[in-house]
C-alpha cells in the first residue's frame, strides 16, 4: 500500500511544509521520515536536534537508517538540562519498533539533582524512566517501543530532563532493525 509522502517538514498545522526551516527561528517543524527508509538522496532521514540551554543550539542532523545502523547523541551543560534531544515526525504503511539504549545523570545542587529520560508518540510519554537522590542521580537501560502505522505524520521526542542540578549528562543511541 502506498501513501502520499508528506514533507518534507512538517508542524502542527501543516504537513507539506517544502522548505528548510531556519532551525534559529522555528523550532516547532520536525523532518518527516518515511519509517525507516533512507533511500532516497534528496529526502534522506533526519531528526531535528534540541539543545536549549546551549546558546540556543538547534540543528538538523542527517541520521543512517539503514539496517544495521544506529544514531546516537549526548548533551551535558554545567546545571540542569532542560528538553534537551531530538524530534522528528514518522509516516508507515506498516506498524515498525524503535529500539536503543541510554545513560543519564545529575549532580550537585539543591535540594539534590534528578534526572529524567522520556520518550513521547503524538506528546503521550510511551517510555521514561527517572532517578532523584540527595548527592547524585542517575539512569540507564534500553527501549522499544513500537510505532503505528501512519498516514499523517506523527511526531516522537526523545527527551532529556534534570532540575536540582549543577551539572548535567545525557546520551542515548536509536539502533535500526
Known amino acids: 500500500m502506498a501513501i502520499l509522502r508528506a514533507g518534507p517538514f512538517a508542524d502542527v498545522s501543516d504537513s507539506f511544509l517544502d522548505i528548510d526551516p531556519d532551525p534559529d527561528i522555528n523550532t516547532t517543524a520536525d523532518p518527516v521520515n518515511c519509517a525507516m527508509d533512507n533511500t532516497s538522496p534528496r529526502w534522506p532521514w533526519r531528526v531535528f536536534r534540541i539543545d536549549p540551554l546551549s546558546g540556543g543550539n538547534y540543528e538538523y542532523d542527517t ?3 539503514n539496517p544495521g545502523a544506529s544514531y546516537s547523541t549526548s548533551f551535558s551543560n554545567e546545571g540542569i538540562l532542560e528538553g ?3 524530534a522528528w515526525r514518522y509516516q508507515a504503511v506498516q506498524d515498525f519498533t524503535l529500539n536503543g539504549s541510554y545513560n543519564c545523570n545529575s549532580s550537585g545542587g539543591n535540594p539534590g539533582p534528578d534526572i529524567r529520560f522520556s520518550i513521547r508518540v503524538s506528546g503521550i510519554t510511551v517510555f521514561a524512566d527517572s532517578d532523584g537522590d540527595d548527592e547524585s542521580a542517575s539512569i540507564g537501560g ?3 517501543i513500537n510505532l503505528p502505522a501512519a498516514v499523517v505524520p506523527i511526531s516522537v521526542r526523545i527527551l532529556v530532563n534534570s532540575e536540582n542540578a549543577t551539572s548535567a549528562f545525557g546520551s542515548f543511541q ?3 532493525p
Open 84 to 86: 534537551d534531544g531530538v
Open 142 to 144: 534500553s527501549f522499544s
Open 174 to 176: 536509536i539502533n535500526f
Open 63 to 65: 541520521v543512517n537508517s
